[in-house]
């Protein structure tokens, strides 16, 4: 194999990402910072286009390290329009005088990197530096609110877990090596189906699988291993919980499929009970204990671990459908969390009261973003009302919106392996989440609340219209998007 | 190539692992446990070494453990980082003393 010239032209959103990353860095020496916000979505459009130039065909890239096809392209469209909306979603880090955002946004862009390789990786090199550079990024932006010590407490336990699981990853990628001889995604998985069949001993091989997966399950905060969610969303700064808990979870997801169809398809047999057990468990543990959470933030963190459990159905299920419904189910996810987390900003930004209350700034963050932050909220501000009930309603999976679609899609591929009892644990467990996810919306429509009108910058308010829209429109034509895969 | 010698190397790795996760999960001090994710990542790079004398290209175990020596460098920095950040808010890196994110 020789190595091609036009190799390096086509894999344009890495590079496209990591040039405006630097030029970021650059455009930060300038005193004014209005111009970060425009030039950072305007990167994201041309990363985003080019992502799609090459649609309908089937690339590898750089001596078989990374692999372009379009489901490929799909999920990195997903990740790249989920930090479109975030970053959309950021104005007033230019009027905070603490924040530094062209560092902020140079760091997403290049975290978005890690992303892409994790979605197309076909050696397991590309799939470590991937999470890696994800991880690192996410470690700093999680504390990135200098002054609040909650939010640097959670960016240290962040990286004590983050870092702990990637040592458990790399262990298992060592023994994958050591067991296979290869790092490539197809010598593995050729090692997986001949030596099941040749019999003898495939020890290591099931050693390091499993350790590769525990690390996976870490990074997508799947229970048993979601101990660190809760902590590390709430002491985020809204806007990278935003974030994390959509594009880490994208990527993670992706990074799994792509593992587990190509690699271990051949062992089925042996990680689906394993990860059916991984699957009941996140999703009792998520919706369960988001049922008891007084903080708003709080119940979007485990409910990111219940919709972890969502997603793995889809890859205990496994099969060609689920592809397309884990890429569903992951923009659907993307976009009702995004907007949710857009309208909390909004509605904890608005709240000062309590500011003169309570005085020090724990106690602020604490209950501006609990329930009773949403209490009339629909009254006075009848959009935000109606886009947080359809970000619910959409995560709560009822019919007519794109939420409903992405389960069906994932339930039907579970269905497809007789997983049965998988399902009815699932479709249980979405019952208790109608309940947890309704409080807010009963919040805003029925109870009494003195909330004022809140001002929202105009093309804060195009986006979330947008999320809103997209949202519905995914509902009632789901082959909008399915015909693209 | 002596298929013993790589035996023993295996076992030392999967000492120095298990020592390692032993740090992360016994200890409280945030760089210890940083030291023990260290020592938990040495160990894949012993590991990958000592396969890749089995590797016909023979190369690429030793090129990944390049790789993880850079990132857990990165690591480390953005580590030290944050824990100066923390201590600076209330003067202990004792992970245990920290509950302010418990509800």
Redesign the interface.
């Known amino acids: 194999m020789t190595f091609q010239t036009y190799d390096c032209l086509q894999m344009l959103p890495i590079i496209l990402l990591s040039l405006s990353g630097i030029a970021l860095l650059f455009l930060g020496f300038q005193k004014s910072r209005a111009l970060l916000l425009p030039a950072t979505l305007l990167f994201l459009v041309i990363a985003f286009v080019a992502n799609f130039l090459d649609w309908g065909k089937t690339y590898m890239y750089f001596r078989d390290m990374l692999l372009v096809n379009n489901l490929a392209m799909i999920f990195t469209g997903v990740v790249l329009l989920s930090t479109f909306m975030v970053v959309s979603l950021s104005g007033s880090l230019a009027d905070d005088e603490d924040a530094q955002p062209a560092e902020y946004y140079a760091i997403l862009l290049f975290s978005l990197v890690g992303a892409i390789m994790m979605i197309g990786f076909e050696n ?2 590309m799939l ?2 991937g999470v ?1 550079i994800l991880s ?1 990024a996410m ?2 932006l999680t ?1 990135s609110d ?1 002054r609040n ?2 939010s ?6 962040y ?2 877990m983050g ?2 699981a ?3 990853l ?2 298992g ?3 994958l ?2 067991a296979t ?3 490539v995604l197809s010598g593995i998985g050729n090692y997986a189906h001949s030596a099941t069949n040749a019999g003898g001993s495939m020890l290591l091989f099931y050693v390091g699988m499993f350790m590769l997966l525990i690390g996976m399950l870490f990074k997508v905060s799947a229970a048993p291993f979601h101990f660190w969610t809760p ?1 590390v969303y ?2 985020a700064p809204s806007l990278f919980t935003a974030y994390m808990s959509t594009v880490v979870k994208t990527a993670g997801f992706a990074a799994l499929l792509r593992i587990l169809s190509v690699s271990f398809s051949g062992v089925y047999d042996f990680w689906w009970v394993a990860m059916a057990v991984v699957t009941v468990l996140t999703l009792l543990i998520g919706n369960i204990t988001a049922v008891y959470q ?2 708003f933030k ?1 119940m979007m963190a485990y409910s990111s671990i219940s919709h972890a459990g969502y997603l793995l159905i889809g890859l205990v299920g496994l099969s060609q459908a689920s592809k397309p419904a884990i890429a569903f189910y992951s923009l659907a996810y993307s976009l009702s969390t995004i907007a949710a987390f857009g309208v909390l900003m909004l509605v904890a930004r608005n709240r000062p009261l309590n500011a003169a209350v309570f005085g020090d700034q ?1 106690t602020l963050a604490r209950t501006d973003e609990h329930y009773d932050a949403f209490n009339g909220l629909a009254r006075k501000n009848p959009l935000l009302g109606f886009v947080m009930a359809v970000s619910m309603l959409s995560l709560a999976g009822i019919p007519l919106t794109a939420g409903f679609w992405g389960k069906f899609m994932v339930f039907s591929a579970a269905a497809d392996r007789g997983a049965v009892w998988l399902l009815v644990v699932a479709v249980l467990m979405s019952a208790v989440g109608i309940y947890y996810y309704f409080r807010v919306v009963i919040a805003m429509y029925f109870r009494e609340g003195q909330t004022d009108t809140i001002r929202v910058a105009p093309f804060y308010r195009i986006v979330l219209i947008a999320a809103t829209v997209l949202t519905l429109a995914l509902g009632l034509l789901p082959n909008l998007f399915q015909g693209l895969i | 190539m002596n298929p013993s010698l790589s035996y023993s190397l295996l076992f030392v790795a999967a000492a120095l692992f298990s020592i390692g996760l032993a740090v992360v999960i016994t200890k409280r001090h945030a760089v210890v446990v940083l030291m023990g994710i260290e020592l938990m990542l040495n160990a894949v790079n012993l590991n990958l070494v000592a396969f890749s004398q089995y590797d016909p290209s023979r190369l690429q175990g030793q090129v990944f453990s390049l790789f993880v020596m850079i990132v857990a460098a990165a690591e480390a920095a953005v580590a030290l980082a944050l824990i100066i950040q923390v201590y600076r808010h209330v003067k202990t890196v004792v992970l245990d003393e920290l509950t302010d994110l418990k509800q």
């Open positions: 397991l090199i470590f530096v890696e690192v470690y700093i504390g200098k010590l909650r640097n407490e959670a960016a240290l336990k990286f004590l870092a702990f990637t040592g458990i790399l262990f990628i060592a023994l090596y050591g001889g290869s790092f902590d709430d002491g007084a903080s709080r724990t």
